[in-house]
């Protein structure tokens, strides 16, 4: 049982140089395409003992020709002009023809009458049955023509019939790495091969002994192990300053524990300061000395400058005034006398009689003012007596 294949294959290069012939042309295009076919034959046997032959048809296409304008090797009514092909071809060989093509603008994808005409006129000039038809179509996809689309297939003829085979471009998708070892080199030119003629007498002698190629191979196999013997050496480099840096990774990361650690012993051992150290002498003496002011008891101003009485101290801090302020009692037992006096006095004064002297009521103040200034303990001493009967006292 046999299986037909048919495959076409183009570079990337031509490709995109027949999309830039395409694109920056005003007409339509055509010209040749060169190339080579390549036929294989498969052969598969299975466990059933069954043979399955495939046989594969791979078409090359190396390089393109264009013609200067349409209608060039052939007329309106599709004959072909053996002279004017010859022409054309003039710098290539006529045996890598491989077919031609045509690039039309906002067309379908399908050959036209004529177009069939002249293919068949084309391989009974050129005595090749199996050309090939390349047509490619560009269309635009914004009405600004910002974008464009561009479309390429070949056609194969049987018969009278034409088969639309799809054109698979090298590098170009997802390839098999064997699909590389099919793709065969470029078509070379006349210029090519006289270029190459010139430069054989260097390489070969006159007995095509290929001595000095042999000694360039020779060089770059020893290139080679030298290459693969530092791509060693780098590699064993490379490894051991991986090495070298996990390590160090690892030594930071320790460093940075035992620093934490360290901080957080310093932290546990160390006491935490006071926010705010209150004087508690100093409180306890504005409390006893001043019971009724607050606000001499705080220690935060508001921003104007004023104290704020909900943050006054009203804590008792159990200090013996007696023992570390005896001068605050001292005060307070003076303080009290001279309320007792001021209250005496003011009693004593409503509860006169009003059939009393003055001067009566003199001696009495003088009286009064001679014990207050005993009982105060002032080392100054006021002499009253009663032969100054001035009515003005004498200090």
């Given at each position: 049982?046999?299986?037909?294949?048919?495959?076409?294959?183009?570079?990337?290069?031509?490709?995109?140089?027949?999309?830039?012939?395409?694109?920056?042309s005003d007409t339509d295009v055509e010209g040749f395409i060169l190339g080579e076919r390549v036929a294989e034959e498969r052969s598969n046997i299975t466990d059933s003992q069954i043979d399955q032959v495939q046989l594969e048809h791979t078409i090359s296409i190396q390089k393109h020709v264009p013609c200067r304008a349409l209608h060039t090797?052939?007329?309106?009514?599709?004959?072909?002009?053996?002279?004017?092909?010859?022409?054309?071809?003039?710098?290539?060989?006529?045996?890598?023809?491989?077919?031609?093509?045509?690039?039309?603008?906002?067309?379908?994808?399908?050959?036209?009458?004529?177009?069939?005409?002249?293919?068949?006129?084309?391989?009974?000039?050129?005595?090749?049955?199996?050309?090939?038809?390349?047509?490619?179509?560009?269309?635009?996809?914004?009405?600004?023509?910002?974008?464009?689309?561009?479309?390429?297939?070949?056609?194969?003829?049987?018969?009278?019939?034409?088969?639309?085979?799809?054109?698979?471009?090298?590098?170009?998708?997802?390839?098999?790495?064997?699909?590389?070892?099919?793709?065969?080199?470029?078509?070379?030119?006349?210029?090519?091969?006289?270029?190459?003629?010139?430069?054989?007498?260097?390489?070969?002698?006159?007995?095509?002994?290929?001595?000095?190629?042999?000694?360039?191979?020779?060089?770059?196999?020893?290139?080679?192990?030298?290459?693969?013997?530092?791509?060693?050496?780098?590699?064993?480099?490379?490894?051991?300053?991986?090495?070298?840096?996990?390590?160090?990774?690892?030594?930071?990361?320790?460093?940075?524990?035992?620093?934490?650690?360290?901080?957080?012993?310093?932290?546990?051992?160390?006491?935490?300061?006071?926010?705010?150290?209150?004087?508690?002498?100093?409180?306890?003496?504005?409390?006893?000395?001043?019971?009724?002011?607050?606000?001499?008891?705080?220690?935060?101003?508001?921003?104007?400058?004023?104290?704020?009485?909900?943050?006054?101290?009203?804590?008792?801090?159990?200090?013996?005034?007696?023992?570390?302020?005896?001068?605050?009692?001292?005060?307070?037992?003076?303080?009290?006398?001279?309320?007792?006096?001021?209250?005496?006095?003011r009693s004593s004064e409503q509860c006169l009689l009003p059939g009393l002297s003055p001067s009566s009521k003199r001696k009495k103040n003088l009286g009064d003012t001679t014990g207050l200034l005993f009982e105060s303990g002032s080392d100054t001493e006021v002499e009253l007596t009663g032969e100054n009967k001035s009515s003005s006292p004498?200090?």
């Open positions: 049982m046999a299986e037909f294949k048919t495959t076409v294959r183009m570079s990337g290069f031509v490709l995109s140089s027949l999309m830039f012939q395409h694109l920056n090797f052939y007329n309106n009514v599709g004959m072909v002009n053996r002279d004017e092909i010859s022409r054309i071809l003039s710098n290539h060989k006529e045996d890598s023809v491989i077919g031609w093509y045509r690039q039309r603008r906002n067309t379908h994808q399908q050959m036209t009458f004529k177009e069939q005409l002249i293919h068949q006129n084309l391989k009974k000039a050129l005595s090749n049955q199996e050309l090939v038809f390349v047509l490619l179509t560009a269309t635009e996809v914004t009405s600004s023509g910002s974008t464009h689309r561009l479309e390429y297939s070949t056609f194969v003829s049987h018969g009278s019939q034409y088969h639309k085979i799809p054109i698979l471009v090298n590098n170009l998708g997802m390839l098999e790495q064997q699909d590389y070892w099919r793709v065969s080199t470029a078509c070379s030119s006349l210029s090519h091969s006289q270029a190459v003629r010139k430069c054989r007498s260097k390489f070969l002698s006159s007995d095509d002994n290929l001595s000095k190629v042999e000694h360039i191979s020779n060089m770059n196999d020893i290139l080679l192990t030298e290459l693969k013997n530092a791509c060693k050496d780098v590699e064993e480099s490379e490894r051991s300053v991986e090495k070298l840096r996990a390590e160090v990774t690892a030594l930071r990361e320790a460093i940075s524990k035992r620093s934490t650690q360290q901080k957080r012993r310093e932290t546990k051992e160390e006491p935490k300061p006071d926010e705010c150290q209150e004087n508690v002498l100093l409180c306890t003496s504005l409390k006893a000395l001043f019971p009724n002011a607050p606000l001499l008891r705080t220690q935060a101003l508001t921003l104007e400058g004023f104290p704020v009485l909900e943050l006054c101290c009203d804590t008792d801090h159990d200090i013996d005034i007696s023992a570390k302020l005896p001068l605050i009692l001292d005060c307070q037992h003076t303080k009290a006398r001279k309320r007792k006096l001021d209250t005496w006095e004498v200090f």
